[in-house]
Each structure stands twice: as C-alpha cells, then as structure tokens.
C-alpha cells in the first residue's frame, strides 16, 4: 500500500502563488502515476495534473499554464506550483497515486486552497 500526504495549502489573494506537496510512503516503488485532482463544494473531483516516474506530465484544462507538476529525484515527492491563481480555484486539493497490484488508487486526506478576491 501507498499513503499519501499533502501540505502547503492555504489562503492567498487572487494573482498569488501556492506550491503543493505531497510525500507518498509504503510501496513507493509500485507507483506507476501520481497526481493532484481538485474538488469544490457541490463540483465534482477534477484532474489538475499528473506526472510519470520517468516525469511524462499531463495537464487538464482546468488549470493549464498556470500549474506545474514536479517530482523530487526519490520518487516520492509531488509538487504542485500554482502560479496566477484565481477565486475559482478555490477547492479542496487531493493527491493520487495509481500503484500497482493495489485495486484503488490511494488518495491523501486534502489541502484546502482558498484565493480571495
């Protein structure tokens, strides 16, 4: 099994930055994509971005150009730097993994980002 842990949310202005983390243990090894989705009350979970061990990323469309997703050189580490970051942005922001040999993708707990007007 792989848990998952993110950090660095929080309440910033409209325009600001916010990087992400999130720091998978167990059966790192295993991991075959990580991620971050986002979900607001009453929205449905939504792809951010998603990165490869050997660092394929994918953006959706929600927040292309202005997120970048990054690993550390461990393999265990995701970041995400949200740059110009709208009120609309505001959501609850999880980090995925999809391992191998596990029958569900593991999910951390959320970071709430909140963007004031």
């Known amino acids: 099994q792989v848990q998952l842990v993110e950090s660095g949310g929080g309440l910033v202005q409209a325009g600001g930055s916010l990087r992400l983390s999130c720091v998978a243990s167990g059966a790192i090894s295993n991991i075959l994509k990580m991620g971050w989705y986002r979900q607001a009350p009453g929205n449905q979970r939504d792809l951010v971005a998603t990165?490869?061990?050997?660092?394929?990323?994918y953006y959706g469309d929600s927040m292309k150009g202005r997120v970048t997703i990054s690993t550390n050189s461990a393999k265990n580490t995701v970041y995400l730097q949200m740059n110009s970051l709208k009120p609309g942005d505001t959501a609850v922001y999880y980090c995925?993994?999809?391992?191998?040999?596990?029958?569900?993708?593991?999910w951390g707990q959320g970071t709430q980002v909140t963007v004031s007007a």
């Open positions: 990165i490869t061990p050997g660092d394929v990323t």
């Open positions: 995925n993994a999809i391992v191998r040999w596990q029958a569900t993708a593991s």
